[in-house]
């Protein structure tokens, strides 16, 4: 079955770092780009970080640069999201997202809620 | 950063309706938009890209179009799965970015 599973979401206090992940499985993992996509609660969608296919380039938006990695582990299909000096505005469910063809996101996880607060 | 900006932001319509949902963006984006659509307590899901290229298995209600700055979404009869917050994205230039959203509500 083709999906994406985030795991590590969780309560954090500000300041304090986090490490989502996102498992990958039914489709070969290292023939596409990731990307991490977060909604804060009752808002919109804000693209946070992009992973190229071979992990070599990586891109991030402003409100996150400096504090969070991203990176991946083609040997067990693994996306994960170090996020370091959280702070409350950070809080948001945090999707997982497929890149393809560099014009869309065409598989999403489920979601990962993370709550700054202290 | 590109602004898309959508509108309207929330409407109300009828199943069997034809609704619009419109993107307009702070700059030329030549057809380099997405569609997704998002219900509550999911994650969205891509209706089109290119923004006229629908993705497998949506239906044909559903359709995209324009380039450069404004771009469109229809449905040509609206059904009542189509609720949901419905949004446009960039794929022109990084930052990625995403339009407000447009809430839609069945009467």
């Known amino acids: 079955q083709v999906q994406l599973v985030e795991s590590g979401g969780g309560v954090v206090q500000p300041g304090r770092p986090l490490r989502l992940s996102c498992a990958a499985s039914?489709?070969?993992?290292?023939?596409?780009?990731m990307h991490w996509v977060r909604q804060a609660p009752g808002k919109g969608l804000e693209w946070v970080a992009l992973?190229?296919?071979?992990?070599?380039?990586?891109l991030y938006a402003d409100s996150v640069k400096g504090r969070f990695t991203i990176s991946r582990e083609i040997s067990n299909n693994t996306l994960s999201l170090q996020m370091n000096n959280q702070r409350r505005d950070d809080t948001a469910v945090y999707y997982c997202?497929?890149?393809?063809?560099?014009?869309?996101?065409?598989?999403w996880g489920q979601g990962a809620l993370v709550t700054v607060s202290s | 950063a590109i602004q898309l900006t959508q509108s309207p932001s929330s409407l109300s319509a009828s199943v069997g309706d034809r609704v619009t949902v419109s993107c307009r963006a702070s700059?030329?984006?030549?057809?380099?938009v997405a569609w997704y659509q998002q219900k509550p307590g999911f994650p969205p899901r891509l209706l089109m890209y290119?923004?006229?290229t629908p993705e497998t298995g949506v239906p044909s209600r559903f359709s995209g179009s324009g380039s450069g700055p404004d771009f469109t979404l229809i449905i040509s009869s609206l059904q009542p799965e189509d609720f949901g917050t419905y949004y446009c994205?960039?794929?022109?230039?990084?930052?990625?970015?995403f339009g407000g959203g447009t809430r839609v509500d069945i009467k």
């Open positions: 039914g489709f070969t993992f290292s023939d596409y780009p």
């Open positions: 992973i190229s296919s071979d992990g070599r380039n990586k």
């Open positions: 997202a497929r890149g393809h063809g560099g014009s869309r996101f065409d598989l």
């Open positions: 994205q960039q794929f022109n230039r990084f930052p990625l970015t």
């Open positions: 290119d923004a006229s």
């Open positions: 700059q030329d984006i030549r057809n380099n």
